[in-house]
Structures are given as structure tokens and as C-alpha cells.
């Protein structure tokens, strides 16, 4: 199976520091999309962004930034001055074709305010 | 738009006993499917569903689960006989053919004891 790898298990930041994410895929097709979910402590999973894997253009929304970066199989999602209500599970997912989504393992973010 | 209606949202059972768990995806939205989330295995895809037609269920652990799909805007994943090992969140989502990000609904935490 094509993984997406999450290595950061947890990572616990202060309020207002910067806090990036990693997210690493497998693949062996050339087209592709990735996808990162939000799961705040009520447990929903909200969804955050796609990308094409056509499109590395970074892209930035509020506080939110992601880069993804073909060449080293990346798609990596930075918080700029975090904040408590980030505090959450982060979850990057591929998704290849008319197969379903496949997950990583997700980043857990505590923020202290 | 109500989203993805998932009911019950809380279920305990007994083992052995047969467990059922409903869905009722966005009006509009053609794929729907049915993920388990529990510490040990993260978020695992059981079965999706094309047009009311499974497309995938790999991921169904054994005979217990069995999943219908009997019209567009109604879905259920039956657990029979309920196992200890089955307790987990379990998602419904829905979405439109194409590599689109899905929507989830609040999920179902199922208790086996």
C-alpha cells in the first residue's frame, strides 16, 4: 500500500510560536491529490485543503501555509502564530484515482496559551 | 445543507448483539464511505460506495460487517454479533466522483462491552 506518513506524533507549541507539520507520501502515479483534515477535540474532521499534484504552488490561507514539494514527496502545513484554538489532530490523506482517501496516522497540536 | 447525518452518535452494546449504524449523505453527493477510527489503526477506509454500488470493501475487517446502500440519500454499516474489539469512532462521509476532499459526518462512537 502507498503510505502517507506522518512522523511527528505530537508536538506541543506556546501560543503564538510558529508550528509546521509533516506529511510525507508514497506514490507511483503521476496524478494525484492531497488533502489535509482538521480534528478538533469535539471529533469532527473538518477539511482543510487539496492540492493537485500537478499545482506545487504554495499556498496561504490566514495563518495557514502548505508547501508541497514533488521532489522530496512532501506536503507540509505551517500554523504562523498558533493559537489555542488550533489545538487539535492534523491529518494529511492522498487520494489516487476513483479510490478512496488514505490517511496518515495524524499530528496531535497542543497549543498552550 | 445539513451535511453528513450520522446517527447514533453515542452506542453501547453488548457483545454479541447486533449493531447498527446509519448515514445520510449530502443531498447531491454520489461516493459515500465508511471509515473506522481507533487509536491503534488511525483512520482505516471499510467500504465506499459509488452511485449506491460498492466500489471498495477491502477494508471490512470479517463477515460480522456488511454495509447497504439502498438509495442515494441513505447508507448503514451492521455490525452482527458485536465484538469488544469493534468499540471505535466509526465515520460515514460523502462526496462527488473526482478527487475532491469528502465531507464527514460527526461520526459514531461505538462501545462493546
Known amino acids: 500500500a502507498q503510505k502517507v506518513t506522518q512522523a511527528q506524533t505530537e508536538i506541543s507549541v506556546v501560543e503564538k510560536e510558529d508550528v509546521t507539520l509533516d506529511c510525507v507520501y508514497e506514490?507511483?502515479?503521476?496524478?494525484?491529490?492531497l488533502f489535509w483534515y482538521k480534528q478538533p477535540p469535539s471529533g469532527e474532521l473538518v477539511f482543510l485543503i487539496r492540492r493537485n499534484s500537478f499545482d506545487e504552488q504554495n499556498e496561504i490561507s490566514g495563518r495557514y501555509s502548505w508547501n508541497f514539494q514533488k521532489s522530496t514527496s512532501s506536503f507540509n502545513f505551517t500554523i504562523t502564530a498558533s493559537q489555542v484554538v488550533d489545538s487539535a489532530v492534523y491529518f494529511c490523506a492522498r487520494k489516487t484515482g476513483r479510490r478512496a482517501l488514505t490517511f496518515g496516522s495524524g499530528t496531535r497540536l497542543q497549543v498552550q496559551p | 445543507d445539513a451535511g453528513v447525518i450520522q446517527s447514533p452518535r453515542h452506542e453501547v452494546t453488548e457483545m454479541g448483539q447486533e449493531v447498527t449504524l446509519r448515514c445520510k449523505p449530502i443531498?447531491?453527493?454520489?461516493?459515500l464511505f465508511w471509515y473506522r477510527q481507533t487509536m491503534m489503526r488511525g483512520l482505516e477506509l471499510l467500504i465506499y460506495?459509488?452511485?449506491?454500488?460498492?466500489?471498495?470493501d477491502s477494508g471490512m475487517p470479517e463477515d460480522r460487517f456488511s454495509a447497504k446502500m439502498p438509495n442515494a440519500s441513505f447508507s448503514t454499516l451492521k455490525i452482527q454479533p458485536s465484538e469488544p474489539r469493534d468499540s471505535a469512532v466509526y465515520f460515514c462521509?460523502?462526496?462527488?466522483?473526482?478527487?475532491?476532499?469528502?465531507?464527514f459526518g460527526s461520526g459514531t462512537r461505538l462501545t462493546v462491552v
Open positions: 443531498s447531491g453527493h454520489n461516493s
Open positions: 462521509a460523502s462526496g462527488t466522483t473526482g478527487n475532491y476532499g469528502y465531507t
Open positions: 506514490t507511483r502515479d503521476t496524478t494525484y491529490y
Open positions: 460506495f459509488n452511485n449506491n454500488v460498492p466500489i471498495d
